[in-house]
């Protein structure tokens, strides 16, 4: 059974992490560069799920201003999927948007086209809202929707 471990990213899993995620440049122009920028950021939350040390799970969130806090990326590899990485690292985003005392709503966006998978298992899993879509936002023809949740502490 593969073991699946989890840690937060260091800036020499740079290279790694974008070759990880390098599908995502079609819909998102210039992610490389974006991705260089955000994960260099001191309220950037990065972790990495690993098999072997191979990199089979990705999360990127931080908080937008006080109220609002966003998962910018969420990807988990098509064949380690189903084995609750997902999960684990939107607890983790979860729990670090919980350290952010005035914190009101948590959300992502999405690709339409990425919709299938991420929207459908956000709203069923979890109870985020596709609360609007935003034609061409980043590619022409391309609309980028905008999921919400309302953010609740869970105490443990
Ligand atoms: C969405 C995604 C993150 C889910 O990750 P995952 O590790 O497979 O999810 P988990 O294993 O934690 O999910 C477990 C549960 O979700 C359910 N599930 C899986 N796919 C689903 C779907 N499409 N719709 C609804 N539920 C789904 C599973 O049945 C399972 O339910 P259970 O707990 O009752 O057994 C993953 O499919 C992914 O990375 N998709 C691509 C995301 C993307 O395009 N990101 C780029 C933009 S940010």
Redesign the pocket.
């Known amino acids: 059974m593969d073991i699946v471990k989890y840690r937060v990213f260091e800036q020499e899993d740079l290279q790694n992490v974008a070759s990880f995620?390098s599908g995502?440049k079609d819909?998102y122009p210039g992610f490389e560069k974006w991705l260089v920028r955000k994960t260099s950021e001191p309220k950037t939350f990065c972790y990495i799920a690993e098999v072997d040390k191979n990199i089979v799970?990705v999360v990127i969130s931080a908080p937008e201003n006080n109220k609002t806090y966003k998962?910018?990326?969420?990807?988990?590899?098509?064949d380690?999927?189903?084995?609750?990485?997902?999960?684990?690292?939107?607890k983790l985003a979860h729990d670090d948007a919980s350290s952010y005392p005035h914190l009101e709503q948590i959300f992502?966006?999405?690709?339409k086209s990425?919709l299938?998978?991420?929207g459908?298992?956000?709203?069923?899993?979890y109870g985020f809202v596709p609360l609007y879509a935003e034609p061409n936002r980043y590619i022409e023809g391309h609309a980028e929707v905008f999921y919400f949740k309302k953010f609740r502490k869970v105490v443990s």
């Open positions: 995620l995502l819909y799970g998962i910018s990326t969420l990807f988990v590899h098509p380690f999927r189903n084995k609750k990485v997902g999960t684990t690292l939107v992502i966006t999405s690709d990425l299938p998978t991420l459908e298992w956000l709203h069923k899993n």
